[in-house]
């Protein structure tokens, strides 16, 4: 089920205060369309009914894929999961924390794709250390695709404030790189159902403690 409420938001450019509609939780199988609207930023905009002014409103959201069986928490407070949700069913779930709308979007594709998270952020740090021509901001997993000669290869955006730039990288380095790091993922296996934060600071732990002579 979704489940939604209606806040009130003053305008921070004219000051008219005017509801809003906040998604505490979206179910993606229920209602496909908030899917399409949290990636285009439409469930976050706000756009003043007065002066057309629009800004992003922030909001913890609770986003799960029942059918991929996944859930992710944007800016989930402890209580909150701790209170919550139980369930033997959950031991199947993938149940990620995250603390940003691009984070939750990122972690939307690449849970849906059947890519391990883990992996993933751990292959975004090899490709910093790899690559120093890679624009500074988040590196952020956008999707497969095809780039030069029709290969397939991993499409991210590269997020910074002033601009998104977009790179790819080569799907067989990927695989290639999986089967290295392998067991590596293996060594620390996650505990079912367990709400964790996957990403680049739980990747770059997680090399310290396996390869500390590599990491900074
Ligand atoms: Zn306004």
């Known amino acids: 089920m979704s489940q939604s409420s209606s806040i009130s938001i003053k305008c921070p450019s004219c000051g008219r205060e005017q509801e809003f509609t906040t998604w505490s939780s ?3 199988s229920l209602n496909p369309e908030k899917k399409n609207e949290l990636r285009n930023g439409s469930l976050n905009r706000f756009t003043c009914e007065s002066c057309s002014e629009s800004s992003e409103v922030n909001y913890p959201v609770l986003y799960h894929d029942p059918d991929k069986k996944f859930m992710v928490w944007l800016n989930g407070e402890d209580a909150d999961i701790r209170g919550l949700m139980a369930g033997d069913f959950l031991d199947e779930y993938h149940l990620r ?3 940003s709308r691009n984070h939750l979007v990122e972690k939307t594709h690449v849970l849906e794709m059947g890519l391990d998270d883990r992996l993933l952020e751990l292959f975004k740090v090899s490709m910093r250390m790899g690559d120093k021509s890679i624009p ?13 000669n029709d290969l397939k290869e991993l499409q991210f955006a590269v997020v910074s404030e002033k601009e998104t730039k977009f790179i790819g990288a080569g799907f067989k380095a990927f695989e290639e790189f999986a089967v290295t790091f392998q067991p590596m993922l293996e060594a620390e296996p996650l505990e079912a159902a367990k709400w964790v934060q996957v990403d680049q600071a739980y990747a770059k732990a997680l090399l310290q403690r396996h390869l500390p002579q590599n990491s900074d």
């Open 136 to 148: 500074e901001g988040d590196l952020l997993f956008a999707g497969v695709g095809s780039g030069q």
């Open 97 to 99: 924390l995250v603390n």
């Open 26 to 28: 979206i179910n993606v």
